[in-house]
């Protein structure tokens, strides 16, 4: 379903995402854990079509998302790290909006958004304004959202954040269960290693733009002798506390270099 090989990112000097490669099966949660700053939004942002890469090669289905941008997109439904709902519209004129504009049929999308909302025990919220919304409604709405087109990919850039322990579970069972009866496969960033060791089926663990190791969980603890999947990923990406927005600054200063050379 999804290849990388040797994908590179870099800003001027500065490398963000240095020579990774992995595959991602079909129907198979994927994981793709690292600290702050460590490449993994950069990632994501090239399979989704928002950035172009330096180097290397991607395929989605067998498309790649440089050279087939719009076929890739209908590809793929994705819940950013950051809220994307119009929270003055009701749940139900989100889902609909977004039906629109992928082209889903009036008749489908009526029964997928109420199939969806009712999937993710919303629909009785439906006719609600998003911003009397909880943290995991809105949530629960952005992946049935992100679900309306019938993707074959499902991208979730850390989709618990600040979210309730029973939200969190909840969520979790949601789509676990759409990839067990749909056949979803899913792309998760996560700093919870706790919904990472119980949902995926396999993780790969990026740290400073590489990827340092991958594998299930189960074989990642193995390799370093970890009795839990952190123990692991400290073992794997150390202890000391990272700068979130530290890669990101460099990066900005080195493209602000370029294009001060350029003038």
Same mark, same amino acid.
């Given at each position: 379903m999804m290849r990388v090989e040797h994908l590179v990112k870099t800003f001027g000097e500065?490398?963000?995402?240095? =020579?990774? %490669?992995?595959?991602?099966?079909?129907?198979?949660?994927?994981?793709?854990?690292?600290?702050?700053?460590?490449?993994? !939004? !950069? !990632?994501?942002? /090239?399979?989704t079509t928002l950035l172009k890469p330096t180097s290397g090669r991607i395929e989605l289905d067998g498309l790649d998302p440089v050279k087939h941008q719009n076929k890739v997109r209908r590809l793929f439904g994705i819940? $950013? @790290? +950051?809220? *994307?709902? =119009? *929270? +003055?519209?009701?749940?139900?004129?989100? /889902?609909?909006?977004h039906g629109v504009l992928y082209h889903v049929p009036r008749a489908e999308r009526r029964e997928r958004i109420e199939s969806l909302m009712k999937l993710f025990e919303i629909w009785d919220r439906r006719d609600l304004q998003v911003k009397k919304f909880s943290g995991g409604m809105k949530r629960r709405l952005e992946i049935a959202r992100g679900l309306l087109h019938t993707p074959k990919i499902l991208f979730l850039d850390e989709p618990t954040l600040g979210l309730d322990p029973q939200s969190r579970n909840q969520l979790w069972t949601h789509v676990k269960h759409l990839n067990e009866t749909q056949q979803v496969t899913v792309f998760l960033t996560t700093h919870y290693m706790d919904e990472a060791d119980r949902v995926a089926h396999r993780i790969a663990v990026i740290d400073h733009g590489r990827i340092v190791a991958q594998g299930t969980p189960k074989e990642l603890k193995e390799q370093?002798?970890? +009795?839990?999947?952190?123990?692991? $990923?400290?073992?794997? !990406?150390? %202890? %000391?506390?990272?700068?979130?927005?530290? +890669?990101?600054?460099?990066? /900005?200063? @080195?493209?602000?270099? /370029?294009? %001060? @050379?350029?003038?």
């Open positions: 500065f490398t963000a995402v240095g =020579d990774i %490669s992995f595959e991602v099966a079909k129907g198979e949660i994927f994981a793709f854990l690292g600290p702050n700053g460590a490449g993994k !939004t !950069t !990632t994501i942002k /090239m399979l819940v $950013f @790290q +950051d809220p *994307s709902l =119009d *929270s +003055d519209l009701t749940a139900y004129e989100n /889902m609909e909006i370093t002798n970890a +009795d839990s999947l952190e123990q692991a $990923f400290l073992t794997l !990406t150390g %202890s %000391s506390i990272r700068d979130e927005g530290a +890669d990101a600054a460099d990066a /900005m200063r @080195q493209i602000a270099k /370029m294009w %001060s @050379q350029k003038r």
